[in-house]
């Protein structure tokens, strides 16, 4: 097969793979971004793979900076862009499921795509515009399939996080898996313990925002795959619920509704704890958090000014629209109109602060001047009183009369 014309981010790159070329080395485009181009997606990273050596790369280019150069990549710098640029190599065993325990560098395109993961992303693709596919995927490709390279057994026995990537894939490509790919994947799940929960949670996430997330997750879930992620293991019905309880063309608009959505599914109590397991950063988890606390208040009462002063016309947004994927009653323009109609959007908006009310009342440190502070926040939020000096004042000191 041969492409009639380039994409222009691989014209861009072009001059790269002249130079390798005329210094007497092959050199292709691969991987993601060849299988991208054939499905007529948007691409992202273009990835070079050479039969230079690292030391012999470097000699080519002016500018470059050994990214990974014990694993054969060198990132060069040409034409006002980044390339890494990555020798082809053999990978010896697989010591921890995921890194190989030393890697050889060789002369062969086809010993370097044999190690690849999947037919579709081991495809090459030459300065012509000719596609080299040693393993069918061009066919898989046709077919909308994921098929292991070789034997799928020992591909996900190598680096066990190629099991999440291909549930993800699913998701983000809309393909299936091919049969005995989908049972090496599922015989082979109980190795994700050997994973970093990091990695994991980047390939789950990328999941949950793909357009075809269920079906990611319904691989995942018959794959039994949640059984050996955190928190996660005998929660099939529920993650299932999450795939039947939101309308059937709803995609999440960020990460943290996608992962507040499966709190809610889970009716995990504590989704800090949860996510932590997952070692999100603790401004994921603020967020997560209060999408799903505000969600389970709008299940007791309606939206009023002071939830959307705590919580935010963002996180109220988000709420609303995990609401109208369960097909439940939304006012988007109520939460612009409250957020509109708040004096204050933030409490250092407060003409008074815990300084002049020491200073100026005499009211000292303590539980009772944060009580009055969070008083007057609320009800000035709330439209009882106005964000005036004289008022506030009058305000605390009848407070302080009626304790």
């Known amino acids: ?42 691409i992202h990273d273009v990835d070079i793979a050479t039969s230079s050596y690292p030391e012999e790369t470097k000699a080519i280019f002016t500018r470059t900076v050994d990214l990974g150069i014990e694993h054969g990549t060198v990132l060069v710098l040409e034409g006002g862009s980044e390339y890494e640029i990555t020798t082809f190599r053999t990978e010896d065993v697989y010591v921890d499921y995921r890194r190989p325990s030393q890697v050889s560098f060789v002369r062969s395109l086809e010993e370097d795509l044999k190690r690849r993961d999947f037919t579709v992303n081991a495809l090459a693709l030459d ?16 077919s909308r399939r994921l098929r292991a390279v070789g034997k799928a057994q020992d591909r ?14 699913a998701a983000t490509l809309d393909f299936t898996v091919e049969e005995k790919t989908l049972q090496a994947m599922a015989e082979q799940a109980h190795l994700l313990t050997k994973i970093s929960v990091e990695r994991i949670f980047i390939e789950f996430d990328k999941l949950l925002m793909s357009t075809h997330w269920r079906r990611g ?133 407060i003409v008074i602060n815990g300084r002049y009310l020491m200073q100026e009342l005499g009211i000292p440190a303590g539980p009772q001047l944060g009580k009055l502070l969070h008083q007057v926040e609320k009800a000035i939020v709330c439209g009882r009183l106005p964000n005036e000096l004289p008022a506030i004042r009058k305000y605390i000191i009848e407070e302080l009369r009626n304790e």
């Open 156 to 169: 996900f026995e190598e680096d066990a996080l190629r099991i999440m990537r291909g549930f993800r894939f």
């Open 217 to 349: 997750l319904e691989l995942l879930v018959n794959a039994q795959a949640y059984q050996f992620l955190p928190d996660l293991a005998g929660q099939k019905n529920n993650l299932k619920k999450m795939m039947t309880d939101l309308q059937a063309t709803f995609n999440f608009t960020e990460s943290a509704q996608a992962w507040a959505s499966l709190m809610i599914s889970l009716d995990i109590s504590n989704s800090k704890a949860f996510l932590k397991k997952w070692k999100t950063s603790n401004d994921f988890q603020k967020k997560v958090d209060h999408i799903v606390s505000l969600y389970r208040l709008r299940q007791k009462q309606e939206l009023d000014k002071w939830s959307i002063y705590s919580y935010g016309k963002e996180i109220a947004l988000l709420c609303e629209e995990l609401r109208h994927a369960r097909a439940l009653e939304v006012d988007f323009s109520k939460i612009q109109a409250l957020d509109e109609a708040l004096a204050i959007h933030d409490k250092h908006e």
């Open 1 to 42: 097969m041969k492409l009639i014309t380039l994409p222009s981010e691989f014209q861009k790159a072009l001059p790269i793979l002249k130079k390798i070329k005329e210094a007497g080395y092959e050199a292709y485009f691969v991987g993601g971004s060849v299988r991208d181009v054939l499905l007529n997606r948007p």
């Open 127 to 142: 300065e012509d515009g000719v596609i080299i596919d040693k393993f069918s995927g061009l066919d898989d490709l046709k």
